[in-house]
């Protein structure tokens, strides 16, 4: 056989046994699916997911209702209100992504704080008290808070008590009220005996360490919930959200097979069971903690509009209509 036959023979091989497994495995990073479907029958966890949002934000409404009160957005671990780069040379980065814009073009006042990225949740809710009052300037608010964020308000709302800040009501999105088994996971892979070095170097090159420890399960449902009971005089919501195991060089991955493993469905950061607080509203499926606050994976879904998908979520609709329940709530 001649050496170009040689050579097609061998890429048709190749085309019929790779390209296949492939295109499947693609089929499988575009295409959103409830770990229910694949795990209901051997996951008992799955039992308390309480009601599953698949496409109910996957599109804007005409209409959302405006509430009451100002909307407080208290953002996560590692967060910020606005980074400014390049020495404001290219558009500020934001959190909230879009979703601080969309709120305020339905009328809505919004408030966007700005607490210490790693500090802990002492340090981060003192900033968020102090951010609320000097902006809301005695007003109610509605706060919504992104994972870390809705510790700092609980925290805020039952410990500090600030008199010149009045909270309605506290919708918490992927907040882990009772820990996370990654963090626990990375304290016991540096050990007690390394810790006080790491410290050192984190701090040495400015960043805060006093979050860190604080959101592990232990301390979470040891220490904190115990002795931060709610407030009657607030209304408390929370939602959670899952998605199926990362794609091979996501940097949750790993996250989410440990966390599947000692908790269940989980959004690669926070699991749902650590997600609930006051009224559940339901559990998000096929989302990530990042696409939480639309810092969504933007091939991801431009290859599923190739492929004749549209997108399951949208993160504006979504905070679009918690405002919407807010107001409805009377709030």
Sequence with gaps: MSLYRCAISHRNRLHNTIRPSLISDVQRWLT??????NHENSDPRLKDLGKQIHDEYAIIKEHYATPKHPVVLAHGLLGFAELQVVGG??????????????????????ITAAVPPSGSIEQRAEKLAHGIAEVAQGKSVNIIAHSMGGLDARYMISHLQPKNVDVRSLVTVASPHRG??????????????????????????GIDTGAFEQL???????????????????????????????????????SHKIITDLEGPNDGLVSVESSKWGSYKGTLVGVSHLDLINWTNRLKWTLRKLMGQGPTFNAIAFYL???????KEDL
Aim: hydrophobic share 35%; charged share 25%; no cysteine.
């Design 32 to 37: 959103p699916r409830s770990y229910s479907i």
């Design 89 to 110: 040379w290219l558009p500020a980065i934001q959190y909230w992504r879009g979703i601080t814009d969309a709120l305020k073009a339905s009328g809505i006042e919004v």
């Design 180 to 205: 996370s088994a990654f963090a626990d996971y990375l304290f016991e892979e540096i050990g007690t005996e390394r810790l006080p070095s790491v410290y050192k170097f984190v701090e040495g090159v």
């Design 216 to 254: 592990t399960r232990r301390y979470m449902t040891g220490e904190f919930n115990p002795r931060t009971p709610d407030s009657p005089d607030v209304r408390y919501f929370s939602y959670g959200a899952m998605t199926d195991q990362p794609p091979l060089f996501s940097p949750f991955r790993h």
């Design 321 to 327: 209509d918690i405002v919407d329940m807010l107001a």
